[in-house]
């Protein structure tokens, strides 16, 4: 069965102290409704993941270090091994301090930093050689979409991503469906947009690799989703969780979205 996931991606936010706040808040939450995340057969209970700025992932890792719900992850990663590349961060390094994902190919990435699908791929080898999930972000700019072309921009981003995986490296990936026009704009895909774009998303990966990765496979909505519209995003069975930017920097909205993960399982 496929892994229910809410990830919070904090983007370049937040000061020491914040992010402290942020990560007390969200624990003490976790904590105080330990019943709500009580694993059991047939459990529905999210795995929540938090990436935040690279500075902060030891301490956040230490924070959550005894709770089996939170994981941590990086929101980026070099596409080299290791060497003369200042201000870089390495997937090894991510994978040594002690994370467990990397988001990979963000449309923030791919617009703002000319991130192509060449060097996307190579940080996606990088992320599993060094046993991390990868998150890897696919979705459509606005005049995609208004042109019809969204579901082949998104079959071409997850042919170059993922799709010349062998299998048993592309049944470790995440995917995260986030429309670029949707990412922090207030405008959320309504949920029959993010329910045939996450079919689409499947049906794509069943034709590659068969039933069994599709199922196992969870695909994420990402773009302006939030405590208000996730109970309608999550009830679509091809919207496994959430990968959310501004509302995971509010413990109440970012637990909210936890729990309507949890109800809609
Ligand atoms: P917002 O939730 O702020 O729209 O951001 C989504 C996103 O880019 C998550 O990676």
């Known amino acids: 069965m496929r892994k229910k996931i809410v990830a919070g991606n904090w983007k370049m ?28 057969a047939g459990s529905n209970t999210p795995e929540v993941v938090i990436f935040p700025p690279y500075v902060y992932l030891t301490g956040m890792i230490d924070l959550f270090k005894h709770h089996d719900g939170v994981s941590v992850g990086a929101q ?7 060497g003369a590349f200042t201000g870089e961060v390495a997937a090894s390094m991510i994978r040594s301090v002690g994370a467990s994902h990397v988001i990979i190919g963000h449309s923030e990435r ?28 696919c979705g459509e700019q606005l005049p995609e979409r208004e042109a019809g072309q969204h579901f082949q921009v998104v079959a071409d981003q997850l042919e170059q991503g ?29 949920p029959d947009q993010a329910q045939e774009m996450h079919a689409h998303i499947r049906k794509l990966i069943r034709d590659s690799y068969g039933e069994q990765v599709a199922e196992n ?23 496994d969780g959430g990968l959310i930017g501004g509302a995971s920097l509010k ?6 979205i936890i729990k309507r993960r949890k109800e809609n399982g």
């Open 162 to 190: 993922v799709l010349w995986m062998e299998k048993d490296q592309a049944e470790r990936v995440v995917i995260a469906y986030e429309p670029v026009w949707a990412i922090g704009t207030g405008k959320t895909a309504s």
């Open 110 to 137: 791919r617009s703002q930093f000319g991130e192509g699908d060449k060097l996307l791929a190579e940080k996606l080898k990088l992320a599993l050689k060094n046993d991390l999930t990868p998150v890897y972000c």
């Open 76 to 82: 980026n990663c070099h596409h080299e091994e290791s």
């Open 13 to 40: 936010n937040l000061s020491l102290e914040e992010a402290k706040t942020l990560g007390d808040g969200l624990k003490a939450e976790m904590d105080q409704n330990k019943e709500l995340f009580v694993d059991g």
């Open 251 to 256: 413990v109440e909205d970012f637990f909210t």
């Open 217 to 239: 496979i969870s695909i994420l909505y990402g773009g302006s989703c939030n405590a208000k519209n996730a109970g309608e995003l999550f009830a679509n069975p091809d919207v």
